[in-house]
């Protein structure tokens, strides 16, 4: 397959958010209860076409894919969870890389109410603008629908249902 510019500009946001984590964790990670089987949030139905192409592409265990099917306990929770841990984290879309964490977003700064319960404020250093890292996500996007061409992937949004009966067929 070609080299598609989209993912070389997708995978350096995604070094970039990588960095402010580290950065974020390093700092204030004793105040973070986002970990590990934690699943408050992990409520997501639809993702850009591009991130579902990251998904889709990674190398995933299907057989967790098929088993995380049954183990949803609640109808809410995302496909792609199988009891309470992400089958899909090293490929999470944007959204789960920065859910719960400082973000600004419509003039304040906003994040998950479980953590940095014992803070009084967080450096602007520490909080992410929302707005840019969306304009970043959806640019990329553009780009990636002009350069791919399967079909699947040229919907608006992908529902993650859809993504993973897709990804099963494969």
Known sequence: MKEMKSITLYNSLIEKLNYYEMKLLQRHGESINCKKGCDYCCMLESVFPIEAYIIYSSPIDMNIICESYTSNEKEETCVFLKDKICTIYSARPVICRTHGYPVFVEGRADMCPENFKDIKSIDSEYI?????????????????????DEEFFTAPRIPLKELKDFMLKR
Request: glycine content about 0%.
């Open 128 to 148: 992410l603008d929302l707005e840019n890292v969306n304009n970043a996500i959806a640019s990329i996007n553009i780009i990636f629908q002009k350069e791919i």
